[in-house]
């Protein structure tokens, strides 16, 4: 098991036994080892017992229960709660706002146990009578629990890459004689997958035996026409039927490839087919040529270390980001605001400047950007006063609390911020959480339009359960002239490699290299940061 994993598990514990009106004390030191566990640099499962009881903070008793869930996958306590806690009442705890305490009260006194009969109370209007509840509180769960439904059976790409790819090896090893592609929305690299779709010229895949968390179709085809099938099949449609293939027309082909070749058009990669339509372009190997690669990503901004919620140092984080042959990082811990994050008061956040200018003689030609991801306050305000501001390379301003703002309180406290001279970049835009959260209300294009009036660049966040903003506005952003960033938001080093996925979502929005900040060479972004201070 992972540490992300035992975190979690802890956490589960400590809410089946808040529901269960359970020893305060036990449970505020369970939530605790769970929030230390989930920053550890260490994973527990490659430490011996001994070890595990030795690490400051987390105590013998829960210890003891790490040891178990290592060796058993569970312990005897959940197994126990979970014969007390109806499995539906522990679906609950996935509802956004609703507590271990409120679920007891629905629990206890409404007989509630199961999202279906929640969703029934608050349309039955049964929830505004109870302690602690209300209309907003009610219309609030309400919500949530259809934003659950409405995603249930769907994964974020990032979630079922590897099993999705297994399966595919799996497939052809037992099948060797037999073609086989996965196709449709999860070659294109949608953000968010349903189903998987594999091409298959065997008639009778057997995949009964395996375990598999997604759903899977079968989609038969000859060997003739597996090609064929494999561009048409990826879609969208849009982009299939602006090819104008006729089938039968086609000579034999061995590959997509020669498909686009006959055709006289350059090879367009699936994660690109979303927006490119052949008919209403004038496309050429050139153009292909400019949208982002990997390859072209020169540095890494938005990392967190362990001056704030992260779990690497500042020279482990740098030096993981110039192993992997980059030029440079930019560090942003959280601002003082944060303080769930152990956020930087004005005088960590020296200590910090000071350590970086003694790394920055160290590993000279690289570079180590001084940065922080400062709260976007209430008022639209950032965290600190100017004569904090000012020291810093750059700033991302990001928005992490009070998410419930209208649409116009929402876009004018971001367009407040993004007016601040201190603001480089805006951070995950919209704040939202694929699959977990919607974002906050805006009006997108007036955010955009204030980022290109004041010279902001707007961050890709690279996360894959944000991947904010979206693709689908980059456009927008490049008519405005707006510049990106693709930021992986990493708070440790396996976090850095998720910036892959910024850099498929950028494909996805036909990025252009011109365009993407964190592509520049290390001299145009000092001299883009130096053009960024105000006077």
Not at 125 to 139: A, D, H, I, P
Not at 356 to 382: H, M, R, T
Request: negative net charge.
């Amino acid at each position: 098991m992972t540490n992300k994993q035992i975190s979690q598990f802890l956490k589960l514990t400590a809410n089946l036994l808040e529901i269960l009106d359970g020893n305060a004390f036990k449970i505020k030191s369970l939530l605790a080892a769970s929030f230390k566990i989930d920053k550890l640099p260490i994973e527990l499962s490659a430490l011996a017992p001994s070890e595990i009881e030795t690490i400051e903070g987390i105590g013998k008793g829960i210890s003891a229960k790490i040891i178990e869930l290592l060796q058993h996958k569970t312990t005897s306590e959940m197994n126990e709660l979970i014969q007390e806690v109806p499995e539906g009442v522990v679906k609950m705890l996935n509802i956004k706002g609703l507590g271990p305490k409120k679920i007891s009260l629905l629990w206890r006194e409404l007989g509630i146990e199961s999202m279906g009969e929640l969703l029934y109370a608050c349309n039955e209007n049964r929830l505004v009578s109870l302690k602690g509840f209300g209309e907003k509180t009610q219309e609030s769960i309400k919500k949530s629990i259809e934003f659950i439904k409405s995603n249930e059976h769907k994964f974020l790409w990032a979630q079922i890459e590897e099993a999705a790819y297994a399966l595919l090896r799996y497939l052809q090893e037992k099948y060797p004689a037999a073609l086989f592609a996965i196709t449709g929305d999860f070659r294109r690299k949608c953000e968010i997958i349903e189903i998987i779709e594999i091409l298959s010229t065997e008639k009778e895949c057997k995949i009964d035996e395996l375990d598999l968390a997604f759903r899977v179709k079968f989609i038969p085809v000859t060997k003739e026409n597996f090609y064929v099938s494999l561009l048409q099949s990826t879609g969208p449609q849009s982009f299939f039927e602006s090819l104008k293939i006729n089938p039968l027309g086609l000579p034999p082909q061995g590959s997509e490839e020669q498909i686009f070749e006959y055709l006289g058009y350059p090879y367009i990669e699936p994660v690109y087919r979303d927006k490119i339509n052949i008919s209403n372009s004038k496309i050429n190997s050139d153009d292909l040529n400019k949208i982002i690669q990997p390859e072209n990503i020169s540095g890494i901004f938005h990392v967190h270390t362990t001056f704030s919620d992260g779990t690497s140092s500042v020279k482990d984080m740098a030096l993981a980001v110039k192993n992997k042959g980059l030029h440079y990082i930019g560090i942003s811990d959280h601002s003082r605001s944060a303080f769930y994050a152990n956020g930087l008061s004005p005088e960590r956040v020296y200590l910090q400047h000071h350590e970086i200018n003694q790394l920055n003689i160290e590993l000279a030609p690289f570079k180590i950007f001084k940065g922080i991801e400062s709260d976007v306050l209430i008022d639209g305000a950032l965290d600190y006063e100017e004569e904090v501001l000012k020291e810093f390379d750059f700033v991302i301003a990001s928005v992490h609390s009070v998410l419930r703002m209208d649409i116009e309180k929402a876009t004018n406290r971001l367009l407040k911020a993004i007016e601040n001279p201190y603001t480089t970049m805006l951070g995950h835009m919209t704040g939202r959480l694929l699959l977990s959260r919607p974002g906050y209300p805006l009006h997108y294009h007036k955010i955009i339009d204030a980022c290109a009036q004041n010279n902001v660049i707007i961050e890709l966040n690279a996360n894959p359960h944000r991947l904010d903003i979206d693709w689908r506005l980059l456009d927008y952003c490049l008519n405005k002239g707006v510049l990106i960033s693709i930021n992986p938001d990493a708070h440790s080093i396996k976090g850095l490699d998720d910036i892959m996925y910024g850099v498929y979502a950028a494909q996805k929005g036909i990025l252009p290299l011109s365009h993407c900040f964190n592509a520049f060479d290390i001299n145009d972004i000092i001299h883009y940061f130096k053009s960024k201070q105000p006077l």
